[in-house]
């Protein structure tokens, strides 16, 4: 009962600090005036989800909504100085970002010399110099009043990162974001990303959330907007690696036009608990959105996915594949869900989500969800859940391997088939490193 | 090499071996030949370790070390290699980096150090050659896909290079055409030395035309009831297993 008590003082607390900041949250634009209000609005009638809610069955956020949680509306100069890189996730020629707290952290970024065709800066610089391109994008994509998280993001956040590439530009560089959280002051982040990408232009961008490994614990609640435009093709790759006392809902919401294609490859590896909701409308005819994931969650941590693939219009493709494998008191949740349209005629959808168990504790609840109301279509869907199969173990043994080489060279083939996705080598090569050490722990 | 003394096993509470007795030494082959459901895939898997199957008594004595004291992967650093009846397809891991990593335990296990790339591949190119099976093939993941008769020739392979004290070959003839069965039995044969032994499971004698075995034993419920030379196979071809249980019943 108590943590009960405890979040509503909580969301008490957060619309108190949204008055006391009310003027500094505009970002010397009153023409988000209107977008924060509604916000807030929508965060003060829906409050934060209990396990009631349909969306959070599964999951107990009550415990990791602490009342002292606040929000920070500076970026601390200290944060900034003892931040890293993690040099094996950037690819060559990377274009390196740092966001610390929410905060776009100008000292570690090199934006300098970019690259024809892309354009990269604070959300909140580009929010003062009333761009345009934000203004028109921003909270239209991932909409308030359809969740708590992004209501409070879109109330809070103030600052985040803005990335815009031009029509017809192919970006070779990665873009390299590295989201840390130092939460020092039982930090309550607020990260917003905008990614659009203009017609026919092509990118990719690598995610890692990290946050250092400190007491007391933080809460991290970041929201992404991807429009990606017709003919555009954008790649993103989000690897979380979370802090074992602290806890994140990630919720990326992207927009896909005609002939475009979305890829989001999820490797969630660590972290006390981690929420992703991963929300892809197909928006027009002809476009295609790829979806993988793995996760690992071992000891007491919690790994959840949500996923929606809308398709709203005839001759789009979809395809998903999730797999993960739970250790320790591991909790692992898979929730797919397929919307086809009335007008979604020769639509393409498949989902397919495997778990396996590696010990007694671990849990895993799945559950595949297909919505049709076209005729003409092709959708299929299928979960499973096991152990490793003691005939390949078996086989594997019988030729030398002890039953640890054997049960890793087993587990990282299955892995295998999710990093095979990844574009590029250096990257893969850094996810085998580090799935093969969460493996062998 | 092997001496298997009075072995009894089960499965799920069936006992199938009931008082099995074999010896074989150095440098022989011994065939084992009986009808379905006479156990002889069942001393296969007990030989190998499976775990499902229990050895209420008896011994297996292998180069003086208690056999059913190890682990399957003991026994196979010991030198035991099984050649399955039906291979297991194992997607994503490649056949090449699997036999590097069974090379380099059975080397850690007898004290050896690792083998230089170049050594591997080298011993992988010899060893292709011998067992007539194509770079393609090794290049792809164990077993994924491959016909009946790949996969038997890719347990050759295997065989070829862990270079085992003793193989059991359980079954291998089963589905291969006579190409196939030549390439196999090519391979066994070419791997044959005064060091090492072999024993050769099979249903029919068609395998023991090309493998010639020193000894031929006929497995019938659970037990050896009958041994003697290779003609001994023939004889069977010829007048079938009934024989065996008929001159069993009268004696």
């Not at chain 1, 929201?223 to 074992?244: C, H, N, P, Y």
């Not at chain 1, 397919?352 to 799945?366: D, M, P, R």
């Not at chain 2, 370790?49 to 026994?75: A, H, N, Q």
Request: glycine share 6%; hydrophobic share 35%.
């Amino acid at each position: 009962m108590t943590s009960t008590i405890q979040g509503v003082s909580l969301k008490e607390r957060l619309i108190t600090e949204f008055e006391l900041q009310r003027s500094a949250l505009l970002l010397d634009n009153p023409l988000l005036d209107n977008f924060r209000n509604a916000s807030i609005k929508a965060f003060e009638s829906v409050g934060f989800p209990s396990k009631k809610h349909e969306e959070y069955r599964y999951l107990n956020l009550d415990k990791e909504l602490n009342e002292d949680l606040s929000t920070p509306f500076s970026l601390d100069a200290k944060d900034e100085e003892s931040f890293q890189f993690d040099g094996s996730l950037i690819p060559e020629n990377a274009i390196r970002i740092s966001l610390i707290n929410g905060f776009f952290s100008k000292q570690n970024s090199e934006i300098n010399n970019l690259p024809k065709g892309l354009i990269i800066k604070s959300l909140a610089d580009a929010i003062r110099e009333n761009d345009k391109h934000v203004l028109s994008v921003l909270g239209t994509l991932a909409k308030p009043s359809s969740d708590a998280f992004i209501a409070l993001n879109s109330a809070l956040f103030m600052d985040g990162l803005f990335i815009y590439v031009e029509k017809g530009h192919s970006i070779d560089n990665h873009i390299h974001i590295s989201q840390e959280i130092h939460p020092h002051n039982m930090v309550f982040s607020q990260t917003r990303i905008l990614l659009v990408c203009e017609e026919n232009s092509n990118v990719q961008v690598v995610h890692h959330i990290k946050t250092k490994e400190t007491n007391p614990s933080g809460f991290s609640n970041t929201v992404i907007e991807a429009e990606i435009e017709r003919g555009a093709k954008a790649e993103w790759l989000s690897i979380q690696e979370e802090s074992s006392n602290s806890a994140h809902v990630i919720t990326t919401q992207a927009q896909v036009f005609r002939n475009a294609e979305f890829k989001h490859i999820s490797f969630g590896l660590q972290g006390k608990l981690i929420r992703n909701n991963l929300n892809v409308v197909l928006e027009d005819s002809n476009c295609e959105s790829h979806l993988y994931g793995y996760y690992h969650p071992s000891q007491n941590e919690v790994i959840d996915n949500h996923t929606l693939v809308d398709h709203r219009k005839p001759h789009c493709n979809s395809n998903e594949l999730y797999k993960g494998v739970v250790d320790g008191n591991g909790t692992a949740v898979f929730n797919g869900k397929i919307y086809v349209q009335q007008d979604a005629q020769k639509t393409n959808a498949f989902q397919s989500n495997k778990n396996i168990l590696l010990s007694e504790g671990a849990t895993v609840n799945t559950k595949p969800q297909l919505e049709i109301y076209a005729d003409d279509v092709k959708c299929s869907h299928g979960s499973s859940t096991g152990i490793l199969d003691p005939d390949q173990l078996f086989y594997l043994r019988s030729r030398g391997l002890s039953l640890e080489k054997a049960r890793a060279l087993l587990l990282s083939a299955y892995a295998g088939e999710i990093i095979e996705e990844v574009s590029n080598n250096s990257l893969r090569e850094a996810l085998i490193y580090r799935i093969e050490k969460l493996i062998s722990a | 090499m092997l001496k298997i003394n009075n072995l009894h096993a089960r499965v799920e509470e069936k006992e199938i071996l009931k008082g099995f007795n074999l010896e074989v030494k150095a440098g022989e082959v011994h065939a084992i030949m009986g009808p379905n459901g006479s156990g002889k895939s069942t001393l296969a898997s007990v030989l190998a370790g499976r775990e499902d199957y229990e050895v209420t008594s008896g011994e297996i004595i292998f180069d003086g070390k208690d056999l059913l004291e190890l682990s399957p992967e003991d026994r196979a650093r010991e030198g035991i290699f099984l050649a399955f009846q039906y291979p297991v397809e194992i997607p994503g891991v490649s056949i090449t980096n699997f036999l590097k990593t069974a090379i380099a335990e059975q080397r850690e296990y007898k004290g050896l150090p690792p083998m230089e790339a170049r050594e591997f591949l080298q011993m992988m190119k010899e060893k292709k050659e011998m067992v007539e099976i194509s770079t393609n093939l090794t290049n792809r993941s164990v077993n994924e896909g491959f016909s009946g008769g790949e996969k038997k020739k890719n347990e050759i392979f295997q065989m070829a290079m862990l270079n085992p004290k003793l193989a059991v070959l359980d079954e291998t003839d089963s589905g291969l055409d006579i190409d196939a069965l030549r390439v196999v039995a090519n391979g066994v044969n070419k791997l044959k030395s005064p060091e090492n032994a072999a024993i050769v499971i099979t249903h029919y004698q068609r395998l023991l035309d090309y493998i010639v075995p020193d000894f031929v034993h006929v497995l019938f419920d659970g037990k050896i009831v009958k041994s003697g030379g290779k003609e001994l196979a023939l004889e069977l071809e010829e007048k079938g297993y009934d024989w065996i249980t008929k001159e069993l019943v009268n004696s």
